[in-house]
């Protein structure tokens, strides 16, 4: 029996990409008493699998914690294998507003002590004694009322591109760390304010709401579903969005865009900007906001030193990495001396600027028709040379192509110069292996689409 993947990232995009099916993001998370999570977890690693649902899950004794992309016709598949578990019955799934059929690329699930590292011994107050729900509109309500306190329970990172009006938005990296910070800051408060708290699906106040009425606070709040389900609602319901930015989110998408407003900036050059990306030199991948020009100039890297580094030849570039820790590497905390313009605490909700294509509907990326033509071989740093094999098809000057790959991301570019085998040509046919100058970097197996205009 499979119980583990057998994909690795880039095989299970190109598989996504082929297929060409739309998949939906979304999360979910329950508290309930689990006997044997071990044989939870390889139950539903054979239930999903089998239904192509990829995600990060992880189970523990008191429950699971997941986050998912499922494909959009085996949805409500899906959803009967939840409802074969008791205390997952009629279970809310925050769907995510925007989709990315390459948010998940492998289906982990991970057996862990619990569901959320919260740092706190559930022994010694009662979990089940929660904050009161509320919807957006309510929400919305409380946080008019002069006499509310509104709490941000994610990280710098995240508040940092989106947060409510108003919120404390404490300088943390961990849900863990902000819990006695927030009890010391709001001490004179307990008695007669509205305690309001959120974070991104909910889960994170779960805990933490039960825990600040065991700290002695009367009036605790949660935003039902985090600031996921508040979008949607938003949406749905036409409510104004108090929040600003960007929900940053733990996928390959690394923020949900909710309004245009850019309360962020680029923390290389400080121009507004809310884009995250991972520094390029893969023994760093420091989690950091760039603008497309620092992109550009900095080839995706976060520092000079970083950038050298990716020029070298890859030998030596394992030999430095040699000794070094690069444990948690997507979500390192994010912080450098090398990043000018990184703040973090409670960080000002200014709005700098506004994004450009709000909220892309999923519908309109479909309609850009496009072919798979071939695939990338190989990437000439020191000369940003990118060279493709074409598989199928051609490929002329002028044309546009979609370059795309699960670390890449999806980048369209112009040809505006083309060497076929080595040689200057105008046109490229099936079989050949084709060079071009490329302002970034491409990686072996990134998929190579020729975009059709209509
Ligand atoms: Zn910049
Ligand atoms: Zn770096």
Redesign the pocket.
């Known amino acids: 029996m499979q119980l583990y993947n057998t994909l690795s990232a880039e095989e299970r995009a190109q598989l996504i990409d082929e297929v060409g099916k739309e998949r939906l993001t979304l999360s979910f998370y329950a508290y309930a008493k689990i006997e044997n999570p071990k044989k939870f977890r390889d139950d539903l690693f054979i239930a999903w699998n089998a239904l192509d649902a990829l995600g990060r899950i992880y189970v523990a004794h008191e429950g699971i914690n997941a986050q998912m992309s499922v494909p959009a016709d085996n949805f409500e598949a899906f959803r009967e294998t939840l409802e074969a578990y008791d205390f997952m019955k009629g279970i809310r799934l925050n769907v995510a507003v925007e989709q990315d059929n390459h948010s998940f690329l492998k289906l982990t699930i991970k057996v862990r002590n619990k569901i959320v590292a919260d740092g706190l011994n559930d022994d010694t107050f009662d979990v089940t004694n929660k904050g009161i729900h509320l919807k957006a509109k309510e929400f919305n309500n409380l946080l008019a009322d002069p006499n509310t306190i509104v709490v941000d329970f994610r990280n710098h990172y995240e508040s940092e591109v989106g947060h409510f009006e108003g919120a404390i938005t404490p300088d943390v990296e961990s849900f863990r760390e902000s819990l006695p910070i927030i009890n010391e800051q709001l001490q004179d408060y307990k008695e007669d304010k509205n305690l309001l708290m959120y974070c991104t699906g909910g889960i994170r106040c779960e805990k933490a709401s039960a825990y600040f009425k065991h700290q002695g606070f009367k009036n605790v709040y949660q935003l039902e579903g985090g600031i996921i389900e508040y979008a949607r609602q938003v949406k749905e319901e036409g409510i104004e969005s108090k929040f600003l930015g960007k929900n940053f989110v733990f996928d390959h998408r690394l923020g949900e865009r909710i309004t245009d407003d850019i309360i962020a900036q680029?923390?290389?050059?400080?121009?507004p900007?809310d884009n995250h990306t991972n520094c390029a030199n893969d023994a760093c991948h420091l989690l950091f906001i760039?603008?497309?020009?620092?992109?550009a100039a900095m080839e995706n890297c976060c520092s000079a030193e970083c950038l050298e580094i990716i020029h070298l030849p890859l030998e030596q570039q394992v030999e430095l990495r040699k000794g070094l820790q690069v444990g948690n590497k997507i979500f390192r905390k994010g912080k450098s001396p090398a990043l000018k313009f990184k703040h973090s605490g409670n960080s000002s909700t200014q709005i700098l600027a506004k994004a450009k294509a709000a909220t892309k509907d999923i519908r309109q990326k479909i309609k850009v028709k496009k072919v798979c033509i071939g695939k990338g071989e190989h990437y000439y740093s020191k000369s940003q040379i990118g060279q493709f094999l074409i598989e199928k098809g051609d490929l002329a000057l002028g044309e546009k192509v979609l370059i795309s790959g699960p670390t890449t991301g999806k980048q369209e570019f112009t040809i505006t110069q083309l060497f076929v085998n080595g040689h200057p040509a105008e046109t490229a046919k099936e079989g050949d292996q084709i060079t071009f100058k490329i302002p970034f970097r491409i990686r072996l197996s990134d998929k190579l689409y020729k975009i059709l205009e209509d």
């Open positions: 680029c923390h290389q050059c400080g121009k900007c760039q603008c497309d020009e620092c992109k």
